[in-house]
């Protein structure tokens, strides 16, 4: 689950991080109160999506010359103008893909006196299985650029889970940023907060970009990313309600509902799959044989008929999917709850695209005797192969 800029600064704001006064606007009503709220006379207006790149964004209603999506304010009436033309448009940036995001939210933020911008997230390393910190000192920036142009300018440094960050750790990531006096201090405090905010709400990643040193000398965190591994959210109702499904796909909202594992993709074969492993095994053969899976959806091992009903409806909700592959290896799922779900699913809401069913495991005959007396039309396979290439022959004809 991510949250919006605001909402990562008031939780970091409540571990003790440095943080820039700032008031959301959901309306223009909210415009005055705002301003009256923050010093001035520099602001910052920034729209509130849940994707990055927003500063070099362009809002689809305003043209290529408009200004992005994060802009600086001089004056009260700068202020009005800008969250005239962000509040309700369209926001594309890289991260949005070309169907961009309405902007509903905006922040303004009082003005900082930046020296430097630095790069750090902290996230859990697959390579070392720590909680790690990724800093660099080519901050502001897409850190996806410095990577792949100047590699040697990014650090990690890998925290042992038991020690927890140690001043060996501060004064590792303090050389990393070449920073000294004043925010060389604050690091013995700044780094060591992030991170127990990391474990202490179990995110899945922190990025700060960019964390600045102002001109004073001290850090500032001038931006704030969060998303929270969705397998602990039980454990925090206080950031489930921070959740804005405004901004997530409906129909992985409809699939959290029925404890479904369910991501939406770009491409036009729907798949409903058993299994994490196998369904990416499913998507992959659905590319080898020249076409794109529109989702993965993992029903899980102990899926019900209502479950795997409820599968069905999210993929063929879809207005991209040409064509459905369930791909089942029944271990603890039985392969007649799978087929019940989905006959039931297709008499409520109709077949209307290609269906290929492939079979196998616990309770495998009886499955498919389900499918074949239920007078569906629906295409047979023998084997995960076979069902691929018949699911990408039957879409593109």
Do not use: W
Request: hydrophobic share 45%; glycine share 10%.
């Amino acid at each position: 689950m991510n949250i919006h800029e605001y909402q990562a600064k008031q939780v970091l704001k409540g571990f003790g991080a440095p943080i820039a006064q700032g008031v959301p606007i959901m309306t223009e009503a909210d415009v005055e109160a705002a301003i009256a709220a923050l010093p001035g006379p520099l602001y910052v207006v920034k729209s509130q999506i849940h994707a990055g790149g927003r500063g070099k964004g362009k809002f689809k209603e305003l043209g290529p010359d408009a200004k992005g999506g994060v802009r600086l304010a001089f004056n009260p009436d700068e202020v009005r103008s800008h969250v005239k033309e962000m509040l309700g448009n369209t926001l594309v940036t890289k991260q949005t893909g070309p169907e961009g995001k309405q902007v509903n939210r905006l922040y303004l933020e009082d003005g900082a006196d930046i020296d430097r911008e630095l790069y750090l997230s902290i996230l859990v390393d697959r390579e070392t299985s720590q909680v790690s910190f990724v800093a660099s000192t080519e901050g502001g920036m897409d850190i996806e650029a410095v990577a792949e142009e100047t590699p040697e300018k990014i650090h990690t440094i890998g925290i042992d889970p038991l020690a927890g960050i140690t001043d060996v750790d501060v004064a590792a990531l303090t050389k990393a940023y070449e920073l000294s006096g004043a925010a060389a201090e604050d690091a013995k405090t700044l780094f060591p907060l992030l991170y127990k905010a990391f474990v202490e709400k179990d995110m899945s990643l922190l990025e700060v970009n960019p964390l600045i040193v102002m001109k004073d000398g001290h850090l500032r965190v001038l931006d704030a990313k969060m998303s929270f591994d969705g397998n602990a959210l039980f454990r925090h109702p206080d950031m489930m309600e921070l959740r804005d499904e405004t901004e997530e796909d409906a129909k992985e909202i409809e699939a959290s509902k029925y404890d479904l594992a369910y991501v939406a993709l770009d491409g036009d074969i729907g798949c409903m799959v058993n299994g994490a492993g196998l369904a990416m095994a499913t998507m992959d053969i659905i590319k080898l044989y020249g076409a794109e899976p529109a989702n993965f959806l993992d029903v899980g091992g102990g899926a019900t008929t209502e479950k795997v009903t409820a599968a069905f409806k999210i993929i063929t909700s879809d207005p991209n999917v040409k064509g459905i592959l369930v791909n089942i290896f029944g271990g603890i799922m039985r392969c007649d709850v799978i087929a019940e779900g989905v006959v039931t699913a297709v008499k409520e809401v109709g077949l209307k695209v290609p269906l290929v069913v492939r079979l196998e495991g616990t309770n495998v005959q009886k499955g498919k005797d389900i499918i074949n007396s239920s007078g569906l039309d629906v295409i047979a396979a023998d084997d995960l192969d076979d069902a691929a290439q018949k699911i990408v022959k039957a879409v593109k004809g």
